[in-house]
């Protein structure tokens, strides 16, 4: 697999070749490379267990890899742990979070976990909380708050020592449609000056915050490509038509600019088009024949059938290989 | 980078009443066996003393007991200060905050040591407070009195890198709690059947917490003692250390 970025003249905040992990002789992650810079939010899109969580716990240090190599704004990690971690803010699917603390408590021991200076420490934390919406529970301890606040503290202290690169495993589980809102907010907001990889099983919301998708399955990388590329490929060549009365086979032959149909039911089809969206001639066809017109619609293809295609196929591949 | 972690484990040990009540357990026992300790010794031991040249005064009679006792309590209760250390990073998934940011793990463990190492200090100043008191009345034999107190210091390290290892072996507090008492016991007791064998026994003699404790109550400062237990708190440090980053190996 190539890396996905190969235009961007800028620097490059990750950089990830051939990495791999075997847990005992279980391989979790097979051989992945790519690269994020500067402005790029990266989504990591997966089933469970197809080693997202995994390739995140390496590129973050908790982990060492079995094989490959991971360079955080060119620094090795495993040569420089310590520099490379400091361009480094994560979210595990868990927040770290201590009970026992306050949020103000927490974030301030975190920021001198990240050697942020004693004088920007008050400044830092506040920007902070101002961003995750944490000011009104300042001095609430954190096992008292609710989940979706926890995960927000979570989000705040990977965010606090404004690192070059912003990791987030499924940052949004746990949080109400309002808070989702203004989380994806903020990862756009982070995402112009940051590079952001943000995992996640919601689809919608890679399509709203992300310019990359990755899909990985089964510790490999099966698809790559920028938000442009991808929405260029999801424009469908495909119209659903439903009639009140039954569709005659005659009829669905001669529909004008119809390359192929295919049946749903007695009064719905599956057109095929390649070129221009024949829409309107065939809504002419239809009345003409006195059928009865009762849905014409674009049928978009949508990242979710990209998912399902590539992850669920792949699954059958590998059960034929292995039997 | 260490003192942060130290600071916050130090306050963390305080955020639980845990601590607190250890604190004032060991102080109501400390106390009452010393006052119990004073007052034999001013009624038996003194008058019959009196007068007799090189006889041992109250630092051998008073002081050398109640810190040979409190060597034992903290044996006991050493356990319980610090299962939660590390076993409950692993469990409640904070690692990964210490883990990611820019910290080694030789970082973590000293640090964690040293919050656990400064807790000690505190209990040792409280448990100090009551020879201290004898000033008033008498003089102490300073030396052997400081001999007492380091031993009880390098002791308690001890404790707290052999309890800080386990703590890292496992996620349940309670089995670290458990586990640690045994191995303490174990390196407690593990001199008593010396008078049996030859070869054997002098091992054995060596590896006894108790022995090397026992001399620097005697005032006595040997840098073999002093080499013990530097050894033995950095031979668990290490292997603390090493724990940690097989963890991150093997996931």
């Not at chain 1, 997202?52 to 360079?71: C, F, V, W, Y």
């Not at chain 1, 929405?231 to 060549?237: A, D």
């Not at chain 2, 463990?109 to 409280?126: D, P």
Request: aromatic share 6%; with cysteine.
């Amino acid at each position: 697999m190539e890396p996905i970025i190969k235009h961007m003249e800028s620097k490059i905040l990750i950089s990830v070749e051939q990495l791999s992990r075997y847990y005992g002789h279980q391989l979790a992650v097979d051989h992945i490379d790519f690269t994020l810079s500067p402005g790029e939010v990266l989504g990591f899109l997966g089933p469970n267990g197809a080693g997202k969580s995994t390739t995140m716990q390496m590129i973050t240090g908790n982990l060492a890899p079995s094989e490959g190599r991971i360079q955080i704004n060119g620094i090795d990690i495993l040569d420089q742990p310590r520099l490379a971690k400091a361009n480094i803010g994560y979210l595990p699917e868990q927040p770290p979070v201590y009970r026992d603390l306050t949020v103000d408590e927490y974030l301030d021991y975190c920021a001198r976990l990240h050697r942020v200076s004693a004088a920007q420490r008050g400044q830092a934390i506040n920007r902070a909380k101002r961003r995750c919406g944490l000011l009104a529970v300042s001095r609430r301890l954190i096992g008292n708050l609710s989940k979706g606040y926890r995960q927000r503290v979570g989000i705040a202290q990977a965010i606090l020592h404004n690192p070059a690169v912003v990791i987030l495993d499924e940052p949004t589980v746990g949080l109400d449609p309002n808070q989702i809102r203004e989380i994806r907010e903020l990862v756009r907001e982070l995402g112009e000056t940051h590079g952001i990889i943000l995992s996640t099983h919601i689809l919608p919301e890679v399509q709203a915050t992300c310019t990359h998708v990755q899909i990985i399955n089964e510790g490999r990388l099966v698809f790559s490509q920028s938000m442009q590329e991808l929405e260029k490929q999801l424009v469908s060549h495909v119209l659903v038509l439903e009639t009140r009365e039954p569709l005659t086979d005659e009829v669905l032959e001669k529909l004008p600019g119809v390359d192929r149909s295919e049946r749903l039911g007695p009064s719905r089809a599956k057109l095929h088009f390649s070129e221009k969206n024949p829409a309107g001639a065939v809504a002419a066809s239809i009345a003409e024949h006195g059928l009865g017109l009762v849905e014409l619609a674009l049928d978009r293809q949508t990242l979710e059938q990209v998912f399902v295609e590539l992850t669920c196929r792949d699954e059958h591949l590998t059960t034929e290989d292995a039997a | 980078m260490i003192l942060t972690i130290a600071l916050r484990e130090l306050k963390n040990l305080f955020l639980s009443p845990l601590a607190w009540a250890i604190l004032a357990m060991l102080q109501l026992v400390m106390a009452f066996l010393f006052l119990s300790q004073l007052d034999t010794y001013l009624s038996t031991w003194q008058p019959r003393l009196a007068g007799i040249e090189g006889a041992p005064g109250v630092t051998d009679l008073v002081v050398a007991p109640l810190f040979q006792t409190a060597g034992f309590l903290l044996l006991l209760i050493s356990p319980a200060i610090t299962m939660r250390s590390i076993s409950e990073e692993q469990r409640n998934r904070t690692l990964t905050l210490l883990l990611s940011a820019p910290v080694s793990i030789r970082e973590i463990v000293l640090g964690k040591f040293l919050g656990i190492t400064l807790f000690f200090l505190i209990l040792l100043l409280m448990l100090a407070a009551m020879p201290l008191s004898l000033y008033s009345g008498t003089t102490l034999d300073a030396g052997k009195l400081l001999a007492g107190l380091l031993g009880l210091a390098l002791l308690s390290g001890a404790f707290a890198a052999i309890g800080l290892f386990m703590s890292s072996l496992t996620e349940q507090p309670v089995v670290a709690a458990i586990s640690t008492l045994g191995l303490l016991m174990l390196l407690w007791i593990i001199d008593w059947n010396s008078a049996g064998g030859e070869n054997i026994s002098g091992l054995f003699q060596y590896l006894s917490l108790k022995t090397h404790f026992n001399a620097f109550l005697k005032g006595l400062f040997s840098t073999r003692d002093l080499a013990y237990y530097l050894l033995l708190t950095s031979v668990f440090l290490i292997l603390g250390i090493r724990r940690l980053d097989q963890k991150r190996l093997t996931g």
